[in-house]
């Protein structure tokens, strides 16, 4: 995993953030693995508040991955992405596919941004760093356990510079345990989770084995957590004017986004197996073919199932003393799902969709992404946004703007807004710098030593 919450490469990170009245900062850094660093700073803007409120000082630090920073920007947070001069963030390199000359990958994942390059592994780059933890609120960092202690990073030290400083550590394992030392990669995770154990068809049935969930399901659940951590050690802090240390491990968030399935084992013993996509909890809840295709169905109660049967044209189902329940559903699903797929296969998914939807029978399409973008609710929605790019993201790209989705958070008085495009590296680096109050010829005598890019 890399600790930006998305991908297979290690990264490592270290977000500085500031937050009060008026800002909010985060630095982030790159590869533990590695010599490369990346680095985030965030501050919330005064005219949308949504963040900043939740602050008392003028600054935190957070050393956390994308899927935070996305999170903490869109709700109106100024995120300076800070990276190693000359390389940056590694997904700035991954792809295909590529818009222009930039990595899809960096730029779905870095709206809302600004990007400062600095080293701090040198000297003068921690003498930076220290000016912003002084100030910050919180920080967040993915290195290997340990990692950060010889640049004097580590949580005790910087507890006794900012006692305020509220601390969130990501790894791979945690920081206590025989595998702390160990990289995390979500693919790992998702291995060694068991989720990879549920995750496809079972091994008798063509096309069986275990499968990865499709995106970095792990990466981007232990950023949603650490962001709620962080948000409730805040509050924590407005009681008692302390900071913290959090740690948080992608094993131990893995473990627990398995859910039910964990419960199931936990308290009966039985280990879960593989089923495709039917629920082993529920029935009929899975896909089911049709005259042109597939479609979902997802019935989850008595009710919703006498009504799928009157529609399909097969009333004696819902009376029938072996689908008389869930549980029998279930017990009995070998019978019933076959002879439901003889019914389904005798309408198109769009005419089977028209039949159930006013009757209150969950169904749908099964899409793939670009057929998801292209749906009435998406469109409706507004799920898809553009951004324009700065002229100096233009000049390079030679591309004029960039689609994400949009932020899922739909507050009614403070929602997120988009403010700033994916930023080119090192592109406001002599701005954060003066807004430290670095005069121009100390940020010159800082590039000339290449501290700073």
């Known amino acids: 995993?890399?600790?930006?919450?998305?991908?297979?490469?290690?990264?490592?990170?270290?977000?500085?953030?500031?937050?009060?009245?008026?800002?909010?900062?985060?630095?982030?850094?790159?590869?533990?693995?590695?010599?490369?660093?990346?680095?985030?700073?965030?501050?919330?803007?005064?005219?949308?508040?949504?963040?900043?409120?939740?602050?008392?000082?003028?600054?935190?630090?957070?050393?956390?991955?994308?899927?935070?920073?996305?999170?903490?920007?869109?709700?109106?947070a100024r995120v300076i992405k800070v990276e190693h001069p000359g390389t940056g963030d590694d997904t700035r390199q991954w792809g295909p596919p590529f818009v222009g000359t930039e990595s899809a990958y960096f730029l779905s994942v870095n709206r809302n941004k600004e990007s400062v390059s600095l080293d701090f592994k040198h000297t003068g780059g921690r003498d930076v760093l220290a000016r912003l933890v002084a100030r910050a609120d919180v920080l967040v960092e993915?290195?290997?356990?340990?990692?950060?202690?010889?640049?004097?990073?580590?949580?005790?030290?910087?507890?006794?510079?900012?006692?305020?400083?509220?601390?969130?550590?990501?790894?791979?394992?945690?920081?206590?345990?025989?595998?702390?030392?160990?990289?995390?990669?979500?693919?790992?995770?998702?291995?060694?989770?068991?989720?990879?154990?549920?995750?496809?068809?079972?091994?008798?049935?063509?096309?069986?084995?275990?499968?990865?969930?499709?995106?970095?399901?792990?990466?981007?659940?232990?950023?949603?957590?650490?962001c709620s951590a962080i948000l409730a050690a805040i509050e924590v802090r407005h009681r008692t004017g302390e900071g913290q240390h959090i740690d948080m491990a992608l094993l131990d968030v893995g473990m627990a986004i398995l859910a039910n399935q964990a419960g199931g084992f936990l308290n009966t013993g039985a280990v879960p197996q593989r089923m495709g996509n039917s629920h082993p909890s529920l029935a009929p809840y899975q896909d089911f073919p049709t005259a042109d295709g597939a479609m979902l169905l997802a019935i989850g109660n008595d009710g919703q199932f006498a009504r799928f049967c009157q529609a399909a044209g097969h009333p004696e189902w819902a009376t029938d003393a072996r689908y008389a329940s869930n549980t029998l559903r279930v017990q009995h699903r070998s019978v019933l799902i076959p002879?439901?797929?003889?019914?389904?296969?005798?309408?198109?998914?769009?005419?089977?969709?028209?039949?159930?939807?006013?009757k209150a029978v969950p169904c749908g399409a099964i899409n793939d992404i670009g057929q998801a973008f292209a749906d009435e609710q998406v469109l409706s929605r507004a799920l898809r946004v553009s951004q324009p790019l700065s002229p100096a993201t233009t000049k390079q790209s030679h591309i004029e703007s960039i689609a994400s989705v949009a932020s899922p958070l739909r507050l009614g008085a403070t929602p997120p807004v988009l403010h700033r495009a994916p930023p080119m590296l090192g592109e406001h680096t002599d701005e954060v710098l003066a807004g430290l109050g670095l005069a121009a010829e100390a940020v010159a005598g800082l590039r000339a030593q290449g501290v700073v890019g």
Not at 42 to 52: L, N, S
Not at 142 to 157: M, R, T
Not at 191 to 200: P, V
């Open 1 to 76: 995993m890399r600790h930006q919450f998305h991908g297979a490469a290690r990264q490592t990170r270290i977000d500085l953030v500031h937050a009060g009245v008026d800002q909010f900062t985060e630095i982030p850094h790159l590869l533990a693995q590695r010599e490369d660093l990346v680095y985030h700073l965030v501050h919330g803007p005064a005219d949308h508040q949504v963040i900043q409120h939740a602050f008392q000082r003028q600054q935190a630090v957070v050393l956390v991955g994308v899927a935070l920073d996305e999170v903490l920007a869109d709700l109106g």
């Open 142 to 226: 993915n290195f290997k356990v340990g990692g950060l202690a010889q640049y004097g990073l580590d949580y005790a030290s910087l507890k006794a510079l900012n006692p305020r400083l509220i601390y969130c550590s990501v790894t791979g394992f945690g920081q206590d345990g025989p595998y702390a030392p160990r990289a995390g990669y979500d693919l790992m995770i998702q291995a060694m989770s068991g989720m990879m154990s549920i995750t496809g068809r079972a091994d008798e049935v063509p096309g069986g084995g275990p499968l990865r969930v499709g995106v970095a399901l792990t990466d981007l659940f232990t950023g949603v957590y650490a």
């Open 339 to 358: 002879a439901m797929e003889a019914a389904t296969r005798t309408r198109s998914t769009a005419a089977w969709i028209a039949l159930l939807e006013d």
